[in-house]
């Protein structure tokens, strides 16, 4: 039976109304789809929620109604019918609240959807507030823990079978596909998102595109994969493999010493992050512990990027450990530590975990093998 971590909605949207008086607004009209599925349980798309000092109302169309009944036993929801527009009816919801001041998601709604809103609400008056909600999502309750140790789970299996039956003759396309039907085969919804499998030089590229890149012809295979599991939450990971063994660089001393080296400064940055990680410690210091020491080591041009971002219903979301974070962790926060190292005309190493800060410190959710010596591949 799939766990239900939106049991405690009901208390989610409570939480969110005691900020209307706040924000000097009667409601808030939330737009995100993985805001809504927070506040609501429903996993679909394309519907508003309106969030009152009264009541709450769902707008959808019809291809969810029976959806929404079986996700979202008794909220209110106002079905589109096909002669209408969404936005009519979301009019329809704020009306029904009778609500004057409107919150609404700045960076979700669009200025086209906001410009017909305030034409078909012209009593209304509006506040473009952000990320109401995402601030709420950033401190998982401890059933969403268990929903994101479900996904790491799910993506470490589909990779350790991977690991254990890649062979010379593959393609990066090859791989990330077959990972993506093991994550499947182990439960998984889908991959969380478009998996990253580079070879050799592709691996200077954070976000390289799999392609038919044949996996023999290089000395290393990173792969940054995670799995999305049936109740919408995410796992994020990042591994690098030592496949000397099998390609065409096989016996170069001096092309292993340097993927040693490198990976050993990436996995030092990583510890030194994970252990500044406590309550109270600010994002941007957590970023700094692991950026400064890729730089002592020379090698700070070639970290270009955040050290992390949180994880949960959207594979990117707050908090977001980078230069500038005030962010103020607290136990419950769950997010990547992704230090990584990239050289044009070598390749790259990123070693990526996923955190859960605790009232003391910090948990590795993630168990697979962070050693190069346990990544050799055959």
Same mark, same amino acid.
């Given at each position: 039976?799939?766990?239900?971590?939106? @049991?405690?909605? &009901?208390?989610?949207?409570?939480? #969110?109304?005691?900020?209307?008086?706040?924000?000097?607004? %009667?409601?808030?009209?939330? /737009?995100?789809?993985?805001?809504?599925? *927070?506040?609501?349980? $429903?996993?679909?798309?394309?519907?508003? #929620?309106?969030?009152?000092? &009264?009541?709450?109302?769902?707008?959808? %169309?019809?291809? $969810?109604?029976?959806?929404?009944?079986? +996700?979202?036993?008794?909220?209110?929801?106002?079905?589109?019918?096909?002669?209408?527009?969404?936005?009519?009816?979301?009019?329809?919801?704020?009306?029904? &609240?009778?609500?004057? /001041?409107?919150?609404? +998601?700045?960076? =979700?709604?669009? =200025?086209?959807? $906001?410009?017909?809103?305030?034409?078909?609400?012209?009593?209304?008056?509006?506040?473009?507030?952000?990320?109401?909600?995402?601030?709420?999502?950033?401190?998982?309750?401890?059933?969403?823990?268990?929903?994101?140790?479900?996904?790491?789970?799910?993506?470490? %299996?589909?990779?350790?079978?991977?690991?254990?039956?890649?062979? /010379?003759?593959?393609? +990066?396309?090859?791989?990330?596909?077959?990972?993506?039907?093991?994550?499947?085969?182990?439960?998984?919804?889908?991959?969380?998102?478009?998996?990253?499998?580079?070879?050799?030089?592709?691996?200077?590229?954070?976000?390289?595109?799999?392609?038919?890149?044949?996996?023999?012809?290089?000395?290393?295979? #990173?792969?940054?994969?995670?799995?999305?599991?049936?109740?919408?939450?995410?796992?994020?990971?990042?591994? =690098?493999?030592?496949?000397? &063994?099998?390609?065409?660089?096989?016996?170069?001393?001096?092309?292993?010493?340097? #993927?040693?080296?490198?990976?050993?400064? =990436?996995?030092?940055?990583?510890?030194?992050? $994970?252990? /500044?990680?406590?309550?109270?410690?600010?994002?941007?210091?957590?970023?700094?512990?692991?950026?400064?020491?890729?730089?002592?080591?020379? *090698?700070?041009?070639?970290?270009?990027?955040?050290?992390?971002?949180?994880?949960?219903?959207?594979?990117?979301?707050?908090?977001?450990?980078?230069?500038?974070?005030?962010?103020?962790? +607290?136990?419950?926060?769950?997010?990547?530590?992704?230090?990584? @190292?990239?050289?044009?005309?070598?390749?790259?190493?990123?070693?990526?975990?996923?955190?859960?800060?605790?009232?003391?410190?910090?948990? *590795?959710?993630?168990?697979?093998?962070?050693?190069?010596?346990?990544?050799?591949?055959?």
């Amino acid at each position: 039976m799939t766990m239900n971590p939106h @049991i405690h909605a &009901n208390a989610r949207r409570d939480r #969110l109304r005691a900020r209307l008086a706040q924000d000097g607004v %009667d409601a808030y009209l939330i /737009s995100g789809v993985a805001n809504v599925t *927070y506040l609501t349980g $429903f996993k679909g798309e394309a519907s508003h #929620l309106v969030v009152s000092k &009264n009541k709450d109302v769902l707008v959808s %169309d019809a291809r $969810f109604t029976e959806q929404i009944k079986n +996700e979202c036993p008794g909220l209110e929801a106002i079905i589109r019918p096909a002669t209408k527009k969404t936005l009519d009816m979301v009019a329809e919801a704020i009306r029904s &609240n009778k609500a004057l /001041s409107i919150g609404f +998601e700045c960076q =979700v709604v669009t =200025v086209s959807d $906001f410009e017909s809103l305030k034409e078909i609400l012209p009593e209304c008056s509006w506040l473009a507030t952000r990320e109401r909600v995402e601030t709420q999502r950033m401190v998982k309750e401890p059933i969403e823990i268990e929903a994101i140790r479900a996904a790491i789970k799910m993506a470490q %299996d589909a990779f350790t079978s991977l690991s254990k039956s890649l062979s /010379s003759s593959q393609t +990066e396309k090859n791989v990330a596909d077959e990972l993506e039907r093991l994550m499947r085969s182990m439960g998984a919804q889908c991959a969380a998102f478009p998996i990253i499998v580079a070879a050799g030089l592709n691996a200077a590229l954070p976000h390289a595109i799999p392609s038919q890149h044949c996996i023999g012809n290089e000395s290393l295979l #990173l792969v940054d994969w995670g799995a999305s599991s049936p109740s919408g939450y995410k796992s994020d990971l990042t591994r =690098v493999l030592d496949t000397h &063994n099998f390609s065409k660089t096989k016996g170069q001393a001096e092309s292993k010493d340097k #993927l040693r080296k490198i990976y050993s400064v =990436v996995q030092m940055a990583q510890k030194a992050a $994970f252990d /500044s990680i406590k309550p109270g410690v600010k994002a941007l210091d957590v970023d700094r512990a692991a950026r400064q020491l890729i730089a002592e080591a020379g *090698y700070g041009e070639y970290f270009g990027h955040g050290l992390g971002h949180g994880i949960g219903l959207q594979i990117h979301e707050a908090p977001w450990l980078r230069p500038g974070s005030e962010t103020v962790l +607290e136990p419950g926060m769950v997010f990547t530590l992704e230090p990584g @190292i990239y050289l044009p005309g070598w390749g790259g190493v990123r070693i990526e975990d996923n955190i859960l800060v605790t009232s003391s410190g910090a948990e *590795y959710l993630t168990g697979i093998t962070r050693e190069l010596d346990d990544n050799i591949i055959a």
